[in-house]
């Protein structure tokens, strides 16, 4: 399977394919008429930056595990290539779609003469015989992350992992351990610039760290670093300078913790849509803003000490997300399921957690707003950000979705893991499951997902960092890869148990719980496929067209 020919058919494709979508959508116009092809589209696009992704990885791997990475990438090919030409026959009649070189003769001949099959087995017996490493490898020249990383990872295996199943179990509150350890380590303020009381090392430290933490819990540990991220994000574009020195060192410090409130109960993807209103108004001679309204899906915002709170500012909804603005709500912080704030001049605000099947730890709120006062101040940009909370939410949500590929790259590696120890352990008719040919497939299966999943977001990290265009679309594409393998590996590596995989005893039962919500927050994975990876691209093909 030569990767350069690959990347080159598939390329012709998705050229054919996005600028036939673009035609029939005006420019993505009218994407709701064409929505499956749409999914399909972001789906094929993110294969292959993926694909790319772990080439690149491999071909700068150092020689010892360099041929094992090089067919982990050949693999990640040939799936891609196989997708690409089942797309071809499905939308060949509705979109009038030209193959390419997908029908060719020579397409199938490459496809029927690589044995994947015997190349996932290798990869399987591979982590079987010497347990490929799976913790992420770095450049020597990275001392600094190295020994954040190495602190990082230690922290998460003696404070987190030994209270993980129970925090799953029982619905526990983050133990404010765990909090103030990240704190002091400072994770909190990974990629917040130093000015601002950060560490400044970055989005990909900021990763590494996430898949760490998640990997031992995603919602006791790695998710603790979310919120913090959307908000920082959005201050830093957004946010007065006196905002930014007020609120980012004690946000990058973990002396104030953060929660997000923008979904509505009634409103979930269509943000421009939301209906919680802030109107302007004055307490005892104070400027500031009225909210009433109700909020759902606000995750830690009992425990929390601020809300980043997009309402409504313009009562005209005509104006769509032109009419809405991101505020910084102040509250105080709780620890039951349950919460009241009454302020002296009339205001309340009311919370109550959800029950969910997963995700236990940090407890997902839906808040009632009526008539809560919020000063002035707190209106992220000033007057100058009235009508831009669309703008700086979007932002935050842009490293909400990179943080999240982590997350979900560190549970899936956990699940991977487990699987790994399950099978040599577990004897089935006179032999560990780990001798079976089954369990090789299998395993290597979950190692290709794994490391296509991290080097894609590894990568779109990067370019957030480097501040390139194509940075959002790639921290789009890492949260969709991301996501999904995280629920194919976990529900993979449950099967590997067997019936124990349905007991709550082991933590895979945890990981497969916990992953059913990735592809729902940061960004529905429909949604995603269609509202922001689908849609640029169709915007890039219609604007490189005129």
């Known amino acids: 399977m030569d990767p350069n020919w690959v ?6 494709f998705l050229q054919i394919f996005t600028q036939r979508l673009a035609d029939v959508t005006g420019g993505a116009k009218g994407i709701d008429n064409q929505q499956v092809a749409t999914r399909q589209l972001a789906q094929l696009a993110t294969a292959l930056e993926a694909a790319r992704s772990l080439q690149t990885y491999a071909d700068n791997h150092p020689e010892n595990g360099r041929e094992q990475q090089q067919l982990i990438a050949r693999l990640c090919w040939h799936e891609s ?4 030409r089942s797309t071809a026959d499905r939308f060949h009649r509705s979109l009038q779609l030209e193959e390419g070189d997908l029908d060719s003769t020579e397409t199938t001949r490459r496809l029927r003469n690589f044995d994947s099959e015997e190349a996932y087995r ?12 799976l913790a992420p490898y770095l450049p020597d020249d990275e001392p600094l992350i190295q020994d954040l990383l190495a602190t990082t990872r230690r922290f998460a295996q003696k404070q987190v992992l030994p209270v993980a199943q129970e925090i799953h179990r029982r619905d526990l509150l983050v133990p404010e ?21 950060g560490v400044g090392l970055g989005n990909l430290p900021m990763i590494l760290i996430t898949e760490e933490l998640s990997a031992a819990s995603l919602p006791a540990a790695g998710s603790l670093i979310t919120r913090p991220e959307v908000l920082a994000k959005a201050l830093l574009v957004g946010g007065t300078e006196e905002q930014k020195i007020r609120l980012l060192p004690p946000v990058a410090q973990g002396e104030l913790m953060v929660a997000v409130a923008v979904t509505e109960p009634d409103t979930g993807s269509d943000v421009a849509h939301l209906r919680c209103q802030a109107t302007q108004g004055e307490i005892d ?13 606000c995750t830690f915002s009992g425990r929390a000490d601020l809300l980043a709170l997009l309402v409504r500012t313009e009562p005209d909804s005509a104006v769509g997300h032109r009419g809405l603005s991101l505020f910084v709500v102040e509250k105080e912080s709780f620890t039951g399921h349950e919460f009241t704030i009454n302020q002296p001049e009339g205001g309340r605000l009311t919370g109550k957690a ?11 709120f839906t808040l009632y707003f009526e008539n809560y006062f919020v000063p002035a101040e707190n209106l992220i940009g000033g007057e100058a950000g009235l009508g831009k909370g669309f703008y700086f939410q979007m932002a935050g949500f842009a490293g909400g979705r990179l943080q999240t590929g982590g997350r979900a790259i560190g549970l899936a590696r956990a699940s991977l893991q487990a699987a790994l120890d399950y099978s040599l352990q577990r004897k089935q008719f006179g032999q560990p499951l780990a001798n079976f040919q089954n369990s090789h497939y299998q395993l290597g299966k979950m190692m290709v997902e794994l490391q296509a999943a991290r080097q894609l977001t590894y990568r779109a990290a990067r370019a957030m960092d480097d501040g390139g265009q194509q940075a959002e679309l790639l921290a ?28 709550e005893e082991f933590p895979i039962a945890r990981y497969v719980a916990d992953a059913l919500v990735l592809p729902i927050f940061e960004g529905v994975e429909p949604i995603l496929e269609m509202k922001v990876i689908g849609r640029q691209l169709l915007l890039n093909a219609a604007t490189a067209s005129q």
């Open 81 to 84: 290539l196989l997708a690409a």
């Open 354 to 364: 959800d029950d969910t099947m997963g995700y236990r730890g940090m407890h997902s």
């Open 177 to 197: 351990t765990i909090v103030s350890g990240m704190a002091e380590l400072g994770l909190f303020g990974a990629s917040i610039p130093e000015q601002y009381g």
């Open 285 to 297: 001679g104070k400027a500031g803003w009225l909210i009433s309204g109700s909020k759902a899906w």
């Open 476 to 503: 789009g594409m890492a949260k969709l890869r991301a996501c999904r393998v995280a629920v194919e590996v976990s529900q993979a590596a449950q099967l590997m148990h067997g019936g124990w995989g349905y007991a």
């Open 7 to 12: 990347e080159s058919a598939l390329e012709q």
């Open 122 to 133: 290798e990869i399987g017996a591979a982590l079987v015989a010497d347990g490929m490493e």
